[in-house]
């Protein structure tokens, strides 16, 4: 059998490909490993109530039950949600927007995969644009979305050391150059797999040059503000008409209920909408029910605030407490945990790969993820990306710290064996 380009690509070797493999082997494998590899959020009990609570609703109201499973939404998603983001973003945060500039995905990877060949990738004018990431590392989940090669174009941050064991990326804009390929500009905030919240001034800076050279600015709020909130520095939430704001239900709590939202103007969302149509017909239906009276009330953003994101602050607390415990005095440093639900450890002149150290902790148990699937589009060798992992610390704390410690022996005979 004969195989498309497209097959070739999409059925390859991928990071991510990689990362749900070893999570599915894992659930059916039966042997009792611990997780922190994925980006599976924390069940939080107060917020699953709420949502157990309101799928009961919907399921005993025959009205309900028939919006849920009966019936087509339009291609851009359930109407009535779409009113209710606009509304409270409008209301909250000053946005000029209305439900024209909202649209509904089947999750946020499906959602970047939409925006970026819409924006990136060969032209008609016969130029191959790209999608620049301003401050590398970033998501795994992006390396592979671009349905041509030579996709990504990304930049070195630069590194600001702070006390003993932590530190922090920032855009370098001194080094930063937007080519005349340059589709548009991408950033997470907070950045999967570092917890890195760029600032307000960073964000702002990035808009300016993304105007100046006439490309969107995307920004990937997945983990962050207005919701599900889980930042613990000051963080404005941001949109403009040049700017495509990506949201997701999944960090509340929702992963599988696969519901993306994207802020733009009118021309991105009638886009995204006939992509929908094209590709499913309309966005799935649960995502917007299930959370449809929180958004209209507002009540999403204090959930955020007095659910969500108090539960990752003490994991994370706990997480670094453990790693400084087990660690001691063997080299490595934290990136400064802002947001998400991660952990970027940084092992200095790590006499291993962070891919064998990562093969030699999935030996003994524990999934992390090697570091040098986070740079997509860099292009220049850089022994630091070689040096990192991503751990999350969202899942149970027991484990976290078991794992913990085998990272830490596994890290300390790698050094001992130099």
Same mark, same amino acid.
């Given at each position: 059998?004969?195989?498309?380009?497209? %097959? +070739?690509?999409?059925?390859?070797?991928?990071?991510?490909?990689?990362?749900?493999?070893?999570?599915?082997?894992?659930?059916?494998?039966?042997?009792?490993?611990?997780?922190?590899?994925?980006?599976?959020?924390?069940?939080?009990?107060?917020?699953?109530?709420?949502?157990?609570?309101?799928?009961?609703?919907?399921?005993?109201?025959?009205?309900?039950?028939?919006?849920?499973?009966?019936? !087509?939404?339009?291609?851009? %998603?359930?109407?009535?949600?779409?009113?209710?983001?606009?509304?409270?973003?409008?209301?909250?945060?000053?946005?000029?927007?209305?439900?024209?500039?909202?649209?509904?995905?089947?999750?946020?990877?499906?959602?970047?995969?939409?925006?970026?060949?819409?924006?990136?990738?060969?032209?008609?004018?016969?130029?191959?644009?790209?999608?620049?990431?301003?401050?590398?590392?970033? !998501?795994?989940?992006?390396?592979?979305?671009?349905?041509?090669?030579?996709?990504?174009?990304?930049?070195?941050?630069?590194?600001?050391?702070?006390?003993?064991?932590?530190?922090?990326?920032?855009?370098?804009?001194?080094?930063?150059?937007? +080519?005349?390929?340059?589709?548009?500009?991408?950033?997470?905030?907070?950045?999967?797999?570092?917890?890195?919240?760029?600032?307000?001034?960073?964000?702002?800076?990035?808009?300016?040059?993304?105007?100046?050279?006439?490309?969107?600015?995307?920004?990937?709020?997945? !983990?962050?503000?207005?919701?599900?909130?889980?930042?613990?520095?000051?963080?404005?939430?941001?949109?403009?008409?040049?700017?495509?704001?990506?949201?997701?239900?999944?960090?509340?709590?929702?992963?599988?209920?696969?519901?993306?939202?994207?802020?733009?103007?009118?021309?991105?969302?009638?886009?995204?909408?006939?992509?929908?149509?094209?590709?499913?017909?309309?966005?799935?239906?649960?995502?917007?029910?299930?959370?449809?009276?929180?958004?209209?009330?507002?009540?999403?953003?204090?959930?955020?605030?007095?659910?969500?994101?108090?539960?990752?602050?003490?994991?994370?607390?706990?997480?670094?407490?453990?790693?400084?415990?087990?660690?001691?005095?063997?080299?490595?440093?934290?990136?400064?945990?802002?947001?998400?639900?991660?952990?970027?450890?940084?092992?200095?002149?790590?006499?291993?790969?962070?891919?064998?150290?990562?093969?030699?902790?999935?030996?003994? %148990?524990?999934?992390?993820?090697?570091?040098?699937?986070?740079?997509?589009?860099?292009?220049?060798?850089?022994?630091?990306?070689?040096?990192?992992?991503?751990?999350?610390?969202?899942?149970?704390?027991?484990?976290?710290?078991? %794992?913990?410690?085998?990272?830490?022996?596994?890290?300390?005979?790698?050094?001992?064996?130099?």
């Amino acid at each position: 059998m004969k195989i498309s380009k497209f %097959g +070739e690509k999409f059925t390859g070797d991928a990071g991510i490909l990689s990362l749900m493999d070893d999570l599915g082997a894992a659930v059916t494998s039966g042997r009792d490993m611990i997780m922190m590899g994925g980006g599976n959020p924390g069940m939080i009990e107060p917020f699953q109530k709420m949502m157990r609570s309101r799928l009961k609703e919907i399921s005993e109201d025959k009205n309900l039950f028939k919006s849920l499973v009966g019936a !087509y939404d339009p291609p851009e %998603g359930k109407p009535t949600f779409l009113k209710g983001i606009a509304d409270l973003l409008k209301k909250e945060y000053g946005w000029n927007i209305g439900p024209e500039n909202v649209c509904l995905t089947n999750g946020s990877q499906t959602g970047f995969f939409q925006l970026f060949n819409y924006l990136a990738g060969e032209c008609s004018d016969g130029v191959n644009r790209k999608i620049h990431l301003p401050l590398a590392p970033e !998501y795994i989940g992006y390396a592979d979305l671009g349905m041509s090669d030579d996709f990504f174009r990304s930049s070195k941050p630069k590194i600001e050391y702070i006390g003993d064991d932590f530190f922090k990326y920032h855009v370098d804009f001194d080094s930063l150059e937007i +080519e005349a390929d340059t589709a548009a500009l991408c950033v997470s905030r907070p950045t999967n797999p570092t917890g890195n919240v760029i600032t307000d001034e960073e964000v702002d800076q990035l808009d300016a040059i993304a105007r100046a050279h006439d490309i969107p600015l995307i920004l990937d709020n997945a !983990y962050g503000v207005p919701f599900p909130g889980i930042i613990h520095v000051d963080a404005t939430p941001k949109w403009n008409e040049n700017i495509i704001a990506c949201f997701s239900l999944s960090k509340l709590g929702l992963p599988a209920v696969r519901t993306g939202i994207i802020i733009a103007n009118t021309k991105v969302v009638r886009a995204i909408s006939c992509m929908n149509a094209i590709m499913a017909l309309s966005p799935t239906s649960l995502g917007a029910m299930l959370c449809q009276d929180l958004v209209g009330s507002g009540e999403i953003l204090q959930v955020g605030r007095e659910m969500i994101r108090p539960f990752y602050k003490r994991k994370v607390e706990k997480a670094v407490a453990c790693i400084r415990r087990e660690f001691g005095s063997t080299p490595y440093k934290i990136h400064k945990p802002e947001g998400a639900m991660f952990l970027w450890l940084w092992f200095e002149n790590l006499p291993i790969s962070s891919l064998e150290l990562y093969q030699r902790l999935k030996e003994r %148990g524990v999934l992390v993820i090697s570091g040098h699937y986070f740079f997509p589009g860099l292009k220049e060798e850089w022994q630091h990306r070689d040096e990192c992992i991503r751990m999350t610390y969202s899942q149970d704390d027991d484990q976290v710290e078991k %794992g913990i410690a085998i990272i830490a022996e596994e890290v300390k005979k790698a050094f001992a064996s130099a």
